[in-house]
């Protein structure tokens, strides 16, 4: 029997990716673009990029790949970008994601430079920030080991004083 995964990102999956580019955008200081697209074999990937035209650099090692235009699947909202919808942008790959059909793994990561670098069933393990929401009761238990830290005095000293040079 062969393994045989769902062909397409779910919404939650989507939701997440989406706020990875907004993520990413933050971080960089730059638009980053999310698109969508479907592989010969059927299966959803997401490629992040930025525009050239926007980069710092545009070093002769760099992957690119155009992006956005009309029928383009984008996810980011970038308000940097005039019309990403019917403007195709020349693009530095930063990275993406793809669902795979190997077995024991939804997803594959796929680095800068095109090479397939990790995988897992879980989107979450994949992405760049935690976008994971935290547990209910989560956020009150680091709060209250945070707090728990200050109220401990300063360690003391044990030993017998160093003696000084003069």
């Given at each position: 029997m062969s393994f045989v995964p769902e062909p397409t990102f779910t919404d939650h999956e989507i939701a997440l990716l989406k706020k990875t580019a907004e993520a990413l955008t933050a971080y960089l200081g730059k638009p980053v673009i999310?698109?969508?697209?479907?592989?010969?074999?059927?299966?959803?990937?997401?490629?992040?990029?930025?525009?050239?035209?926007?980069?710092?650099?545009?070093?002769?090692?760099?992957?690119?790949?155009?992006?956005?235009?009309?029928?383009?699947?984008?996810?980011?909202?970038?308000?940097?970008?005039?019309?990403p919808e019917d403007e195709v942008y020349a693009c530095e790959f930063l990275w993406g994601i793809q669902i795979t059909d190997i077995e024991n793994a939804r997803f594959v990561r796929i680095d800068f430079e095109g090479e397939e670098v990790e995988w897992g069933d879980d989107i979450e393990e994949l992405l760049p920030f935690g976008m994971r929401e935290p547990e209910a009761g989560e956020l009150l238990e680091a709060e209250e080991n945070d707090d728990d830290e200050e109220d401990d005095p300063p360690p003391t000293s044990q030993g017998p004083a160093s003696p000084t040079l003069h």
């Open positions: 999310a698109e969508i697209d479907t592989t010969e074999d059927g299966l959803e990937w997401i490629a992040f990029g930025v525009p050239l035209d926007i980069a710092d650099e545009n070093p002769d090692d760099i992957v690119t790949l155009e992006m956005g235009g009309p029928g383009a699947r984008l996810i980011s909202e970038s308000s940097d970008l005039e019309n």
